[in-house]
Structures are given as structure tokens and as C-alpha cells.
């Protein structure tokens, strides 16, 4: 475009050259440069309208073409010759292409959720004229930022704002499929797994609520840590205790079946020094109560069991 305008320009100041020769006479010759400017001008005329009639469509773009405003289809990336001032190529980019954005809405519970998530998506290369005539090239705003806001809130509001926490796996697999199925009117393609949820934000209110339920559940685990460590204890003492009794039962039997004095002289006997004293009735030389050496005598003379 700047070309043909500058040989414009510059084939009008070639008139100006030749009437500039005509009021100057012999004195100075400006034909010369007259005729030069001129045919400068019509060249670059010539190269500006010409450049104007290629086109190049680069690799990952589709061309929709044009003919005074009228769509007529689209071409493929190469390079294309078209009529300057008749036809029109918009480029419409047919790669992946990322869209970011964060929509706001309720959640079962009623609280506000704001989301902030990515979208891949493409256009169909195919159906881009159609896309062009239904939408134009400003389809982010008219389409996809729109699809993206209804199907966050259609999805939230199944969900409890806790739920949208433990499901947040599920939550985009919804919302994709939503998605999906509300661009592909649009002829506007999704990419596989080509949402990503990055982040759930809600009102402080709720975030303390949080906050306080995490800390009374940890609270609550050490305290059933605390429990389960006394019922532990408790079933240790009352083995301890059950153990205890064992033995005095058997000690009984065993008192019943051999003789209190036979039992008494055994244990004295498993703990002897070597010395057999005698137990008095009293520290004034009164009679032996309790003879050791005529136990040990009994003992050994009992019969074996």
C-alpha cells in the first residue's frame, strides 16, 4: 500500500516538473526529470498494485477471501494472486490456541467460587469461512470467553464448595465436556484434556471456615490417639491383673494340695544361703514356732506327686 501511494505522489510531481520546463524556457531543461519522475511513478504504481495482488498465507493460518466485502471462501497457506482493490484476505489462525480467564458463580451450598482456569482450542481449518460468517475474527469475546463463563456456573452449582475441593478432577471433566459441547456449535474444537483448572478461590468467610474445621479435625485425631493409647494401657493392666490372679490361684491349689508349712519351706529352699535359722515366738527365748531343718526334713520325706 505504501508503495503505490508514493509512485502516486511521485508521478504527480512529474507534471509539476513539466510545468516548471514550460515557464522556465531554455534557461533550465526539466524534461529530463520530468519524464524520469514520471516513469518512476507509473513503475512504482505498477509494483504497488502488483504486490497487492499477492497474498501469503503462512502455515498454521487458513485465508478467507473476500470480493467487496462478500465472502467467497478461503485459501490455504502458499502464496495466493489476488485482484487489488476487488479482493480481501482475512487470516484466521487455525493452530492451538490458548485462552485464559476466570469466571465467577455459585455453588450448591451458595457460595461464591471463582475459578480460574486455561482452554486450548482450535478452529476447525475446514469450516473457518463459516466460522468467519457466523461469528467473524473476534470470536474469543463473542464465543469462547461466553462458553467458558455458562458452563463454569451450569457445573458449580452441582457441587458444594467442599465438594468442588475433593472433586476437583471431576469438576474439569465436566466443564470440558460442556465446553466441548457448546463450541463444537461453532465449529470450534477442543483440544484432549485441553482444560486445566488452575485454581478454586473463595471469600475469606469461608476460607476461615476451613481453617477452623481442619484444626478441629486434627484436634479430633489426637484425641482418639489419646483414647486408643489408654485402652491399650487398661487392656495391659487388666492382663497384668488377670496374670496376678493366675498365679495366687495356683499358689492356693497349691497351699491346699501340699500343706501351707511344705510350700513355705520349698520357696524358703529355692532361696537358701546355706544356714537353716529358726523363727521364735518372741525376742525373750520363747519355744520355736516354726522349726526350717523339720520342714526340710518333711519335705524331702513327702511322697512325689
Not at 274 to 286: I, T
Request: charged share 20%; glycine share 8%; aromatic share 6%.
Amino acid at each position: 500500500m505504501g508503495i503505490l501511494v508514493l509512485g502516486v505522489i511521485v508521478f504527480v510531481a512529474s507534471f509539476i516538473f513539466a510545468g516548471l520546463h514550460s515557464q522556465t524556457g531554455e534557461k533550465v531543461n526539466l524534461k529530463p526529470i520530468a519524464w524520469a519522475t514520471r516513469m518512476i511513478g507509473v513503475l512504482m504504481i505498477v509494483g504497488g498494485l502488483l504486490w497487492r495482488g499477492v497474498v501469503q498465507v503462512p502455515a498454521g493460518y487458513q485465508g478467507v477471501l473476500l470480493r467487496f466485502g462478500a465472502l467467497q471462501g478461503s485459501i490455504s497457506p502458499g502464496i495466493h494472486l489476488i485482484i487489488p482493490g476487488v479482493n480481501e484476505v482475512i487470516l484466521l489462525e487455525t493452530r492451538t490456541q490458548k485462552e485464559e480467564g476466570t469466571a465467577t458463580a455459585a455453588s450448591r451450598d451458595l457460595q461464591v467460587v471463582t475459578t480460574t482456569l486455561a482452554l486450548n482450542y482450535r478452529l476447525n481449518a475446514v469450516k473457518v469461512p463459516e466460522i468467519f460468517g457466523q461469528v467473524g475474527p473476534d470470536y474469543n469475546s463473542r464465543i469462547i470467553d461466553p462458553a467458558i463463563q455458562e458452563s463454569v456456573k451450569v457445573v458449580t452449582s452441582r457441587y458444594t464448595a467442599e465438594e468442588l475441593i475433593r472433586n476437583r478432577q471431576q469438576v474439569k471433566t465436566e466443564v470440558e465436556a460442556d465446553l466441548t459441547r457448546r463450541l463444537a456449535q461453532y465449529n470450534i474444537i477442543v483440544d484432549p484434556q485441553g482444560l486445566s483448572i488452575t485454581n478454586f478461590d473463595f471469600s475469606p468467610e469461608f476460607n476461615k471456615a476451613i481453617e477452623a474445621k481442619q484444626v478441629a479435625q486434627q484436634e479430633a485425631e489426637k484425641q482418639k490417639f489419646v483414647l486408643q493409647q489408654a485402652e491399650l494401657q487398661k487392656q495391659t493392666e487388666i492382663a497384668r491383673a488377670q496374670g496376678k490372679a493366675e498365679a495366687s490361684r495356683l499358689i492356693a491349689e497349691s497351699l491346699r494340695a501340699n500343706g501351707g508349712s511344705l510350700v513355705i519351706a520349698r520357696e524358703w529352699v529355692d532361696k537358701w544361703d546355706g544356714k537353716l535359722p529358726s523363727v521364735n515366738a518372741g525376742g525373750n527365748g520363747g519355744g520355736v514356732i516354726l522349726d526350717l531343718s523339720n520342714l526340710m526334713k518333711e519335705s524331702n520325706s513327702a511322697p512325689a506327686r
